[in-house]
């Protein structure tokens, strides 16, 4: 427990290390309440990052944030801040319905563009942002849909665990308790591109990719829950979604954002297909066959807590009848605060254990703009499937995909 409370202290107050020459100065458009966690907080242990400037459509709540955060300098515009040359990076953490349009802004303004989940409203969106020509030049802007969870160590050490050739079925599970959302939030504002899938369900959504190595084929069902009073009614605020992979393997998903009070870890479950398993030890008529379920518990934020669970169940068959002739369970637990924790292959990889999922994506996000390698990185070709998932669900739940927004 001493060693859990100094780990959650320090990604909250973490070292501060002398900014370097060169350091890339970020602007932050609208004085969002994730700003500090996607942003702010892990820019301190970054000696290459500044938070430089913010703006806000309301100039004395943007002098409130930056005041409370420590950012030297307050725009009176979200243009101010695309106009200044001092400004290296945008950081987008508006409502999901204005990200297109600022992403598109801030690109054809010469500035990397680290952008919040999800990436824009629709798939739509997501092939014209991703593929603005801009982003092909040599030495052009960097575009990071901030998906922040993918850059974490535990997943990616769960990932390395899992064949997907073997999987049989994945599911994904995440929550919000009631009490930290309300009809009125923006979460479930159509015209705001709301709705409990484009908000924890991209989590869930983006699980299920990464575990399956592949884009679902279909959405099978996608069953919400959704306020009935003609004005929240086309924003789900709790779903169920089920997708055929290839192979014919499932994934799930479900999330709320009205759930219980008490907050649950939310949690990955991979069960593979039932394998044999050579043992010389056994007569020829009998067979060990091992089926293996792992549940990686915390995906989303697993610097606050997480743990991998191993379960093999084997079962010694006849060969001819099937009978169960014996029957047992092997358990084994795994955590990955750290690359180096993680081991093997992941070993020499940068990171400390204090360091959030944030900050290991600000890294190789600074990486990719400076031009050294980058270990993990979500492609162009991989925001849009993301989207296009999405819309797919969105369809099958007969609300819609959210709308796109137009701007001049």
Known sequence: MTAMASRVYQSFNPPQP????????????????????????????????IVQAVA?????RAEDFAKAHGIPEVKDSYEDILNDPNIDCIFVPLPNAFHYEWAVRSIRAGKHVLLEKPSVSNATEAESLFNLPELSQPNGPVLLEALHMRFYPALSYFRSLIDPA?????????????????????????????????????????????????????CLSCDVHSYTDGIHDKCDYEFQARFRFPNGAIGEASSTMNGPTYWTPSHVTVTN???????????ESHVLVQKRELTLHGFIHG?????IDIKD???????DTGKIVKRYEEKSQKKAYSFQEAGGAFADLPGEPFWMSYRHQLEQFVNRIKGRETQHWISASDSIAQMKMMDMAYEKSGLGPRPSKTFN
């Open 166 to 218: 073997n999987i049989a079925h994945v599911n994904a599970v995440s929550m919000i308790p009631w009490w930290m959302t309300g009809k009125n939030d923006i979460h479930f504002n159509y015209n705001l591109s709301g709705g409990s899938m484009m908000s924890m369900g991209t989590y869930n959504f983006a699980a299920l990719r990464v575990l399956f190595g592949a884009e679902p084929e279909e």
């Open 273 to 283: 297909k039932e394998t044999i398993v050579p043992d010389k030890r056994l007569p």
């Open 18 to 49: 002398a900014k370097r020459e060169g350091a890339l100065k970020f602007g932050i458009l609208g004085a969002a309440g994730t700003a500090p966690l996607s942003l702010i907080i892990p820019a301190k242990s970054h000696s290459e990052v």
């Open 56 to 60: 806000a459509r309301d100039r004395k």
């Open 303 to 307: 610097v606050i807590w997480h743990r």
């Open 313 to 319: 169940v084997f079962e010694v068959r006849n060969r």
